[in-house]
């Protein structure tokens, strides 16, 4: 499931998404509703569902009246929402180059667009809303634009920020901003999932621990039958920790997932450092205990780097990591064959 296409309605049926509905409803209601919203929660939590639902239920005619009302769907403003043409509606994310590739940042001319936009008479009704996709990735520049906003908002404005990483965002934007952190907690999400699925309780847990309790992804985790790759995945890690096969095969075989692989090899790291604390399983005893945990530590490091723009090659990388465990696997194989 693309977490891009996922329609407003879908709030209603997810309840940590209902839960944070309800919030933005009633400091809307009060008149207490902050300018700058700030949603933030990892990528397929539903957040841009959320931000649809918001920005389509404010826009809506139902709303009129000062309350907010969860979207009709019927009327003009809704139907505008719907085809991403209503005037006063404006999305703002990565552009893309004449090739056809995103860019990698939201740039300070974007965000200067969007404040001459922010000014002027809303068209259809009263509000003049805008919402700023991964805005984690906006420049220094494009930051400091977006602030002066943020100090002087026009009025019936309201901006709505989607970030993966809170802690990316600067403390002066998150300072003015009213924070809506999804409620991403297994009560609420193995239940959605099983009801959506149909699986067993095992399965769901499983597939949110997997996704990072990121349920759209843990949804496609299950619909894909994707436990079966994962127990593959960790066959293979034991391989190359066999000296079976070479990094550089793991990662070719593994090539289509590349973007997301060093999750995947985190999760399998932090498995083994459990098993050898808790001590039951004799496959990695012959490890030294710390040496999973520093290359999960590695891993989430070049996640981190590449977040923030690294140039270095993440495969390059990922193979430099899996070749320590390659090496570790072959001084255990050699010791324990003299």
């Known amino acids: 499931m693309n977490t891009d296409s996922i329609d407003a309605t879908d709030v209603a049926s997810a309840s940590w998404l209902q839960e944070s509905f ?33 920005t389509q239920s404010v826009l809506c005619e139902t709303s009129a009246s000062g309350s907010l009302n ?16 209503h005037p006063d509606l404006t999305n703002v994310d990565c552009l893309v180059d004449a090739k056809g590739k995103q860019k990698q940042s939201i740039g300070i001319d974007q965000i200067r667009q969007l404040n001459a936009k922010l000014v002027e008479t809303a068209q259809l009704g009263k509000w003049r809303l805008a919402v700023i996709f991964s805005v984690e990735k906006m420049t220094r ?20 920020l989607l970030a993966d990483n809170i802690y990316q965002v600067p403390a002066t934007i998150r300072s003015r901003c009213q924070v809506i952190s999804l409620k991403l907690s297994q009560d609420k999400l193995v239940p959605w999932l099983i009801t959506q699925t149909n699986c067993d309780n095992n399965t769901a847990v499983e597939a949110l621990n997997y996704c990072s309790f990121a349920p759209y992804e843990a949804l496609n985790f299950i619909n894909q039958n ?31 997932d590349e973007s997301v692989l060093w999750r995947y090899i985190a999760d399998y790291f932090q498995r083994v450092q459990l098993q050898l604390l808790s001590g039951t399983n004799s496959q990695y005893q012959s490890l030294n205990p710390r040496s999973p945990s520093e290359l999960y530590q590695q891993l989430i490091e070049m996640n981190r780097g590449q977040s923030a723009g690294s140039n270095l090659q993440a495969r390059l990388q990922l193979e430099g990591i899996l070749s320590q465990w390659f090496e570790i696997g072959r001084k255990i194989v050699h010791y324990s064959s003299s």
């Open 141 to 160: 520049g494009a930051f400091n634009a977006l602030l002066k906003t943020l100090e002087e908002p026009g009025r019936d404005t309201l901006l709505i």
């Open 226 to 256: 994707r436990l079966a790759f994962f127990n593959g995945l960790r066959n293979d890690l034991d391989t190359l920790l066999a000296t079976r096969i070479t990094p550089q095969e793991f990662v070719a075989k593994y090539a289509d």
């Open 22 to 54: 309800e919030q933005l409803k009633q400091a809307f209601d009060q008149w207490k509703i902050a300018h700058g919203i700030l949603m933030a929660a990892p990528k397929a939590s539903g957040k841009r569902a959320l931000a649809k639902a918001f």
């Open 70 to 85: 969860k979207a009709c769907g019927l009327c003009k403003s809704c139907q505008l929402v719907a085809a991403q043409t």
